[in-house]
């Protein structure tokens, strides 16, 4: 079971949920957290444990060979991306643009398209008691956070398998990052705030997911402030809201301070227990 934390924008709680949902299920069960906002990963603020493991992770970026190439086209023809584009007689590759998909390379009938590694980032394995926490690092300069995205799923299920359960603190907003990181969730919950801002993102967020047809549930953080048109548009359209957060000086500041919230906060562990309890009664018809 495969659990993604989303939301529509930036600074809603996606990680503040994330964090202390995987670290209340680890209490009574084998948990992985993993944090793929690898632009800006900070879950590992939240959770101090040890070092496993840590690797360099790497894209492959087409070459053009000159020598080989017969001019025909057909790379940039099956680039979904645009990172190859044929010009007069020559190829000009946009490595910023690549996503590592290897179309180009494979499918070139000359083979003048050899590929060469290139970094994009880091992963890191943490081990805490009944919690793994593994978080994936974005080089500075790299603009693709996809294929990074990509393998630390793919890390993920060779290490682990379908064994256990997995929650994805997702990266923010409804772009490419997002989209992968749910696009094979079996449960998606949305983060969002009482505002017009976090209605506007939310709306998008829901479109997201009815496109992708996945499962996805509501939570309101910061409850308190702004309107109640969250809840009014959530009724209409028959979307469940699972938990409402409190707008809480208190959790601002346990935050700020990088501590978890629910050991020390009563409502908001009111809250997160249910969220986990609504998660458990949907696992057996999730797997």
């Known amino acids: 079971m495969r659990i993604a934390i989303a939301?529509?924008?930036?600074?809603?709680?996606?990680?503040?949920?994330?964090?202390?949902?995987?670290m209340y299920l680890s209490e009574?069960?084998?948990?992985?957290?993993?944090?793929?906002?690898?632009?800006?990963?900070?879950?590992?603020?939240?959770?101090?444990?040890?070092?496993?493991h840590a690797q360099d992770m790497y894209k492959n970026i087409p070459v053009w060979n000159r020598n080989n190439c017969i001019l025909c086209g057909?790379?940039?023809?099956?680039?979904?991306f645009h990172a190859v584009l044929k010009l007069g007689?020559?190829?000009?590759?946009?490595?910023?643009?690549?996503?590592?998909?290897?179309?180009?390379?494979?499918?070139?009938?000359?083979?003048?398209?050899?590929l060469k590694k290139q970094k994009m980032g880091e992963l890191k394995h943490y081990s805490l008691a009944n919690l793994d926490f593994v978080e994936s690092r974005l080089e500075i300069g790299q603009?693709?956070?996809v294929p990074l995205i990509s393998q630390t799923l793919n890390y993920l299920k060779t290490r682990f398998g379908n064994n256990l359960p997995v929650i994805c603190d997702s990266p923010p907003g409804t772009a490419c990052p997002m989209i992968k990181t749910t696009q094979d969730a079996d449960l998606v919950i949305l983060?969002?705030?009482p505002t017009p801002f976090g209605l506007h993102d939310l709306i998008l967020a829901i479109e997201t997911m009815r496109e992708l047809h996945r499962d996805f549930v509501v939570v309101?953080?910061?409850?308190?402030?702004?309107n109640d048109e969250v809840i009014r548009y959530c009724e209409a359209e028959k979307i469940r809201i699972i938990a409402r957060f409190p707008n809480d000086r208190h959790i601002a500041e346990l935050y700020s301070r990088g501590e978890l919230i629910y050991p020390r906060h009563p409502v908001f562990k009111q809250q997160l227990e249910a969220v986990a309890s609504y998660i458990l009664s949907q696992e057996g018809d999730l797997q």
């Open 89 to 114: 007689k020559q190829v000009v590759i946009f490595p910023e643009l690549c996503h590592g998909c290897h179309a180009c390379s494979e499918l070139c009938p000359a083979h003048a398209l050899p």
């Open 220 to 226: 309101i953080n910061r409850f308190g402030i702004g």
């Open 74 to 80: 057909h790379c940039q023809e099956v680039c979904n």
């Open 191 to 193: 983060v969002t705030e």
């Open 28 to 52: 009574t069960r084998k948990v992985i957290l993993a944090d793929l906002d690898v632009e800006e990963p900070n879950s590992g603020l939240f959770i101090k444990a040890e070092l496993l």
């Open 7 to 22: 939301s529509g924008k930036g600074g809603t709680g996606k990680t503040t949920l994330s964090t202390n949902l995987a």
């Open 143 to 145: 603009e693709q956070a």
